[in-house]
């Protein structure tokens, strides 16, 4: 799920926040929808658009159930690892790295992101294009828009959604994702999609939903636009030294490796960390007794594409599995 600022992902609220919410909006949608089709045809969008993708639609009841549901657990990182870096995504990937290397490549020398990265981010998404959601977006997004959490924010995302209909990229029944409107095999929001998605197949369309040349192509962009710097690590696992400031290891503060060096931090092999000058975080997200690693700016570029740490570490693993 994608957001338009630069990164994608959609933060959910509060479950307190959800709870404040009445069940439906006090609009009632029809009277809602005849506005939003104003304002549609007021920013552009051809009133062929409008008519075809706002007609005949009704909120969405499993949506709004998810939009609610809260989890009733947090998950550790190492429990979240062992999901998600785990058989058979590793697998998986090795044969999605080994059937796709041409275009893989292809695309590491058009945006200098490593394929590595940009396969794993695959994976983690959608299990390389395997599970992309099959919820209309018009309707979920229409959903979420009208019921007034977050309406601004949804509103905007439908308007946007119309917009890539208006241009022809994917046709009204094939344009679906997840319940909060993510879409296609990188999962972007509509306005990740206009602001990152490209034509790499060169086919006119920018289709991230068939194309795996314009799926791959288009996680390649995002990272290159989130500044990903080619040849430079993501990170590796590190050891952290008896006594180490553990709030240090945010994950965020960038000091030169060998400065943590200098902290006692070392390989996760025991060997010294060296003199590098990287600019270097240090992340230990289950605290002193977890795993902690070293990560690099690319981390930070992987964590625009979602603002999460587990998120960063376990894509940052799975990359360096999936080439095997």
């Not at 992101?113 to 395997?130: D, F, H, K, L, P």
């Not at 920018?206 to 791959?216: G, P, Q, T």
Request: without cysteine; hydrophobic residues 45%.
């Amino acid at each position: 799920m994608h957001t338009t600022r630069p990164t994608r992902r959609l933060l959910l609220g509060a479950a307190a926040a959800a709870a404040a919410w009445p069940a439906r909006a006090a609009v009632p949608f029809e009277t809602w929808l005849v506005e939003l089709r104003a304002e549609a045809r007021r920013q552009g969008i051809s009133a062929a658009t409008v008519q075809r993708a706002l007609s005949g639609i009704a909120p969405i009841p499993r949506v709004i159930e998810l939009d609610r549901r809260q989890p009733e657990t947090r998950l550790t990182w190492a429990q979240y690892r062992d999901r998600v870096v785990a058989e058979p995504r590793i697998g998986n990937g090795r044969a999605a790295f080994a059937e796709n290397r041409a275009l893989l490549a292809a695309v590491e020398e058009r945006f200098g992101v490593s394929a590595r990265a940009v396969t794993a981010i695959w994976g983690v998404e959608t299990n390389y294009g395997t599970t992309t959601g099959g919820f209309p977006v018009i309707q979920a997004l229409a959903t979420l828009a009208h019921d007034g959490r977050r309406a601004a924010f949804f509103r905007g995302e439908l308007l946007n959604a119309l917009r890539i209909l208006d241009q022809g990229h994917i046709a009204l029944s094939r344009m679906t994702g997840s319940w909060a409107g993510a879409m296609g095999q990188p999962q972007f929001m509509p306005g990740s999609f206009l602001a990152y998605a490209v034509d790499f197949d060169g086919d006119g369309r920018r289709d991230i939903w068939d194309s795996r040349a314009d799926a791959l192509g288009s996680i390649g962009n995002y990272l290159a636009r989130a500044n990903w710097r080619p040849g430079e690590p993501w990170g590796a696992e590190v050891r952290l030294p008896p006594g180490f400031d553990i709030g240090l290891a945010d994950g965020r503060t960038m000091r030169p490796m060998a400065a943590w060096g200098a902290m006692g931090v070392r390989r996760a092999d025991g060997r010294p960390l060296g003199e590098s000058q990287i600019p270097t975080a240090i992340a230990a997200p289950d605290g002193a007794d977890g795993q902690a690693f070293a990560i690099h700016r690319n981390a930070q570029a992987i964590r625009r594409y979602n603002n999460s740490i587990y998120y960063v570490l376990a894509v940052g693993l799975l990359s360096d599995l999936v080439a095997g």
